[in-house]
């Protein structure tokens, strides 16, 4: 009995042991990564070869020989300095933003109106050439008629970015999308995200640019499913929408790529319609969130999931159209379920 009670105990010091290894482990490549995207670029290598150092003596820790035990204090005193620093990183709104971010969207709601300052409209020639345009823009919440969701897969079936694009009366289509906000020097990444790279914006856009930007410039593949709401809860994601941008104007916040992105928002949005949405897996895998929407009766009824996404693709039709701007909405919309143009009453 003793020696088996003997052997259970070594393996489960073994067991213990080897879980805090690895929990060592993911602290110090954490913070690894923190000092790579946050560290001063004078201080990067120094602070990493010490974190490095502190990495290795928390590993090499067990094996300390009695009079220097006490060593084992000095990685636990790194990474507390190091957690002091990360929580003194603030986000701004006073950088040197790229271009398509620049300004703010800034909203003015007198009941049924709405009027939206700095909307983006650019004119795109490539990925990198266009024309700046940021518009003022009025709307009416009574002639809020529809909501599609748009996937722009840009990294694989697993990753697309999330847009909401709300259709009104007179043919007229704004897209809402939260994004990095870029400074001129940066291009997005997935890890860089999760390491407070970049500040989160709210950018309201006319389809004919950020729509068309992803599938013609960019060569991303776009698909766009009409969701089930009713007018009331159209209003009530518009001004969600809108209710965010202002709090990110007032107060700049960090995008992260697990917490605060451009999923995350429809997510949270969609549970102040409909309370008790649960959690799941495609929240992350962004480009699987139509099924979610689906399973959950958010989008137009009547049609099996394979259906809808079968004609859901509008990258053939978007990068065809040569007409106006003003048709771009109404061309890509063809044949897919629920969201077939009307004839449109452009101003």
Same mark, same amino acid.
């Given at each position: 009995?003793?020696?088996?009670? *003997?052997?259970?105990?070594?393996?489960?010091? #073994?067991? *213990?042991?080897?879980?805090?290894?690895?929990?060592?482990?993911?602290? $110090?490549?954490? !913070?690894?990564?923190?000092?790579?995207?946050?560290?001063?670029?004078?201080?990067?290598?120094?602070?990493?070869?010490?974190?490095?150092?502190?990495?290795?003596?928390?590993?090499?820790?067990?094996?300390?020989?009695?009079?220097?035990?006490?060593?084992?204090?000095?990685?636990?005193?790194?990474?507390?300095?190091?957690?002091?620093?990360?929580?003194?990183?603030?986000?701004?709104?006073?950088?040197?933003?790229?271009?398509?971010?620049?300004?703010?969207?800034?909203?003015?709601?007198?009941?049924?109106?709405?009027?939206?300052? &700095?909307?983006?409209?650019?004119?795109?020639?490539?990925?990198?050439?266009?024309?700046?345009?940021?518009?003022?823009?009025?709307?009416?919440? &009574? %002639?809020?008629?529809?909501?599609?969701?748009?996937?722009?897969?840009?990294?694989?079936?697993?990753?697309?970015?999330?847009?909401?694009?709300?259709?009104?009366?007179? *043919?007229? %289509?704004?897209?809402?999308?939260?994004?990095?906000?870029?400074?001129?020097?940066?291009?997005?990444?997935?890890?860089?995200?999760? $390491?407070?790279?970049?500040?989160?914006?709210?950018?309201?856009?006319?389809?004919?640019?950020?729509?068309?930007?992803?599938? &013609?410039?960019?060569?991303?593949?776009?698909?766009?499913?009409?969701?089930?709401?009713?007018?009331?809860?159209?209003?009530?994601? $518009?001004?969600?929408?809108?209710?965010?941008?202002?709090?990110?104007?007032? %107060?700049?916040?960090?995008?992260?790529?697990?917490?605060?992105?451009?999923?995350?928002?429809?997510?949270?949005?969609?549970?102040?319609?409909?309370?008790?949405?649960?959690?799941?897996?495609?929240?992350?895998?962004?480009?699987?969130?139509?099924?979610?929407?689906?399973?959950?009766?958010?989008?137009?009824? *009547?049609?099996?999931?394979?259906?809808?996404?079968?004609?859901?693709?509008?990258?053939?039709?978007?990068?065809?159209?040569?007409?106006?701007?003003?048709?771009?909405?109404?061309?890509?919309?063809? !044949?897919?379920?629920?969201?077939?143009?009307?004839?449109? #009453?452009?101003?």
């Amino acid at each position: 009995m003793r020696a088996g009670a *003997g052997r259970r105990g070594r393996v489960a010091r #073994r067991i *213990g042991a080897a879980v805090l290894a690895c929990l060592k482990l993911a602290i $110090f490549i954490w !913070g690894a990564l923190a000092l790579w995207y946050q560290a001063a670029t004078p201080w990067r290598w120094p602070l990493l070869l010490g974190w490095g150092a502190m990495a290795a003596l928390a590993l090499a820790s067990p094996w300390l020989r009695r009079g220097h035990r006490w060593l084992r204090l000095a990685p636990a005193v790194a990474a507390l300095l190091l957690l002091t620093w990360w929580h003194t990183l603030t986000p701004s709104h006073a950088r040197v933003w790229a271009d398509d971010v620049a300004l703010l969207l800034r909203a003015e709601v007198d009941g049924d109106r709405v009027t939206l300052h &700095n909307v983006r409209n650019f004119a795109w020639r490539s990925a990198t050439e266009y024309t700046p345009r940021w518009e003022t823009r009025e709307y009416d919440l &009574n %002639q809020l008629v529809s909501a599609d969701l748009l996937l722009s897969y840009w990294m694989g079936p697993a990753i697309a970015h999330t847009l909401v694009s709300f259709g009104f009366a007179d *043919g007229r %289509q704004l897209v809402f999308s939260l994004e990095i906000r870029k400074e001129r020097h940066e291009a997005f990444s997935a890890l860089a995200g999760f $390491f407070r790279e970049f500040e989160a914006v709210i950018v309201a856009a006319d389809e004919n640019d950020i729509v068309r930007v992803r599938t &013609n410039m960019r060569g991303e593949q776009v698909r766009l499913y009409r969701l089930a709401l009713d007018k009331a809860q159209l209003r009530s994601a $518009f001004l969600g929408y809108l209710q965010e941008a202002e709090r990110l104007r007032q %107060q700049p916040s960090f995008y992260n790529t697990l917490t605060s992105n451009c999923t995350t928002i429809v997510h949270d949005l969609a549970r102040q319609l409909v309370p008790g949405l649960p959690m799941d897996y495609r929240l992350l895998l962004s480009g699987y969130f139509a099924g979610y929407a689906y399973d959950h009766n958010g989008l137009v009824p *009547g049609y099996s999931f394979a259906a809808l996404q079968d004609r859901a693709d509008i990258t053939g039709r978007a990068r065809a159209f040569q007409g106006a701007p003003l048709r771009f909405s109404q061309a890509i919309r063809q !044949g897919v379920p629920g969201a077939e143009p009307a004839v449109p #009453r452009y101003r």
